[in-house]
């Protein structure tokens, strides 16, 4: 109890205390449902409901916790040339002159979280190849992908230097050019479907 009471208080200290306290609810909400979930849910529930868990938490992770905690953000951009490039936002483009200090609590926890997360899913894909239980390692195979694909992003954006050319920015491990990848950029791209084409708007 008194472990949990000093878990409590150090959250307090966090700038985003409320955020933080999400931040790190989404990382073990899928684990927890990984271990408990099997009691009340058939595999076929149990592995939508983690996958969509997982979901919450790459999007929540990268787009608002990692905004907010450590200042960093980062995606891919999809060029003309059919490859996929990363982009990055960092506090170093504007400290120190722009935002405030990051708060050495809310540091600490997200990288803590980040790079637990993928050891334990890596943990529970071992047990499921002693087990042979082919289809869990499915499942972690695709926990092991978000967290730690999300993980890789914030390393490299982290250790981004801005004053570096646009090439050498870029010059991180890149995805394969997979089929049918920019047709799913496009559609996670959503503000996309609301913008006129280039083709319609020159004719006009």
Not at 78 to 91: D, M
Not at 101 to 115: R, T
């Amino acid at each position: 109890m008194e472990h949990l009471t000093n878990f409590y208080n150090t959250i307090l200290k966090s700038s985003h205390p409320i955020l933080l306290g999400l931040h790190l609810s989404a990382k073990a909400a899928p684990i927890v449902f990984y271990i408990v979930g099997s009691l009340f849910l058939g595999f076929t529930a149990q592995f939508i409901c983690i996958v969509l868990l997982l979901a919450f938490d790459f999007y929540l992770t990268k787009n608002i916790s990692g905004r907010k905690l450590v200042q960093l953000r980062w995606w891919y951009d999809s060029t003309l040339t059919n490859k996929e490039t990363f982009k990055f936002e960092s506090f170093k483009e504007y400290a120190p002159s722009l935002g405030p200090p990051i708060n050495p609590i809310d540091s600490k926890l997200f990288w803590w979280s980040m790079y637990l997360t993928p050891v334990v899913w890596i943990v529970f894909g071992i047990l499921c190849l002693l087990r042979l239980k082919l289809f869990y390692l499915i499942l972690v195979i695709v926990a092991i992908m978000l967290t730690g694909w999300n993980t890789y992003g914030f390393r490299c954006c982290d250790k981004w230097d801005p004053s570096k050319s646009t090439e050498e920015a870029n010059s991180w491990f890149q995805l394969p050019a997979l089929p049918g990848l920019d047709n799913i950029q496009r559609l996670a791209n959503i503000g996309s479907f609301f913008q006129p084409s280039t083709a319609s708007s020159s004719s006009t």
